[in-house]
């Protein structure tokens, strides 16, 4: 059975946690949903999309940075905080998430079926149910904290380097997607809210900060670290969309039609022949994965403390992905609904939460052990807030009309 994950103290352990945690972020952003926007986005803007890549990106690190630097420097969890700023706040908190990352892990674990179906034609729910068992296995390892983040890591890299062939081969309009970049042909704000949403919403706001806790490195001695991991698991996720939405514009650009049922494995195709639908098919199967991995250790973090041993995480962890796994297996609903629902209700705690970030930083700086919290970065918070205010309200809207 899994036993305590021991709190690294070494530099090379410390470096290696440091890079789960960062991918651990990234690889929960970087899940079934987020593929399929990206290429409903790249074919709605064209190359116009790199200008609302590049504004989601400067936002996720605003949010992040203070994420990270609050939770990594108090000690505590997201939802512990919480509860010291205003009583019962913390189990409020934590009740959004959970019930967020249930259905998004709902979600997250057809999209493994769907990857295993593109890679063998496996039945989707078989796939699903033997992709879940992989992903308790993780958790039922002796080195289970060693497990995960050396499987977010290789996976993760493993998604970016396959993305990147694929953008390459599909030889998109380089010249044209830098230019829209900095000069975009068209700005549409509800297509930055919605990334922005599925990059730094519900658990996958807290995925990273929490994951550091368990490696021991909190505290103001290790801001540096905190702060460099937190930008890199940004920078992680963004060159993950960018190479997705250069592979799809590669292939549009071109004039190719995209199937609608399917529109990232037709491009793929397009791209590689039947060798693109395979490899569609583990980019996909890669994606879901981590994030079925994200989204349960995350989810479990808001129902356990910094006391809670790490055996009993483990546990409940297991019994999470277990739990998600049977009603995907139950109902008749397909994962893109799901995934829908789910990102618009992660829009709505994203404000709620990073406002708790934000007062602790500002306010409650004896829950920082009296360390003096940067005006800039709490001024690049604030701003990163008020956009969050206004994802929160898009999704409201859009949970009404789901």
Avoid: C
């Avoid at 919480?82 to 979600?107: K, R, S, T």
């Avoid at 970049?181 to 706001?205: A, C, H, K, N, R």
């Avoid at 991991?229 to 060159?239: A, C, H, K, N, P």
């Avoid at 514009?249 to 022949?273: C, I, K, W, Y």
């Amino acid at each position: 059975m899994a036993e305590a994950i021991p709190v690294e103290t070494t530099n090379k352990g410390g470096r290696a946690a440091l890079l789960g945690a960062m991918f651990l972020m990234a690889t929960s952003a970087i899940g079934p949903g987020f593929i399929t926007q990206t290429t409903e986005f790249t074919v709605q803007l064209g190359a116009a999309f790199a200008f609302a890549i590049l504004v989601s990106i400067l936002v996720d690190i605003a949010v992040q940075l203070n994420v990270w630097r609050v939770i990594g420097v108090a000690g505590r969890r997201a939802h512990e905080l919480a509860n010291e700023v205003l009583p019962g706040a913390g189990f409020v908190l934590a009740g959004l998430v959970v019930l967020g990352g249930l259905v998004f892990n709902i979600g997250n674990v057809g999209g493994t079926g769907l990857g295993t179906d593109a890679m063998f034609g496996l039945e989707p729910r078989l796939g699903g149910a033997i992709s879940a068992a992989i992903a308790i296995t993780i958790f039922l390892s002796k080195r289970a904290g060693v497990a995960l983040d050396r499987i977010v890591v290789v996976l993760g890299a493993g998604m970016i380097l396959m993305t990147g062939y694929v953008a390459i081969v599909s030889g998109p309009p380089a010249g044209e997607a830098l230019r829209n970049t900095v000069i975009p042909e068209e700005i549409d704000f509800l297509v930055i809210t919605t990334i922005i949403g599925g990059t730094v919403g519900g658990y996958i706001t807290y995925a990273g900060a929490h994951r550091l806790l368990d490696t021991g490195m909190t505290g103001p001695e290790h801001i540096t670290q905190i702060s460099r991991s937190s930008i890199l698991g940004v920078i992680v996720t963004g060159v993950m969309r960018v190479l997705l939405f250069l592979a799809i514009l590669g292939v549009t650009a071109g004039g190719v039609q995209l199937a609608e049922d399917n529109p990232t494995a037709s491009a793929f195709e397009s791209a590689l022949g039947a060798a693109g639908m395979h490899l569609f098919g583990i980019i996909l199967w890669a994606a879901s994965i981590t994030s079925v991995i994200g989204a349960a250790y995350t989810s479990v973090s808001f129902l356990t403390s910094t006391e809670t041993s790490a055996r009993r995480r483990n546990l409940l962890t297991v019994g999470f992905i277990a739990i998600t796994t049977i009603i995907y297996l139950l109902i008749e609903t397909t994962p893109v609904k799901l995934l829908i629902f789910a990102g618009a209700f992660n829009g709505i705690i994203l404000p709620l939460g990073f406002t708790i970030v934000l007062w602790v930083a500002w306010r409650r700086r004896d829950l920082l052990g009296g360390y003096r919290y940067p005006a800039w970065l709490l001024s690049i918070g604030v701003i990163a807030w008020l956009v969050t205010l206004y994802l929160g309200y898009e999704s409201l809207t859009t949970l009404g009309d789901l």
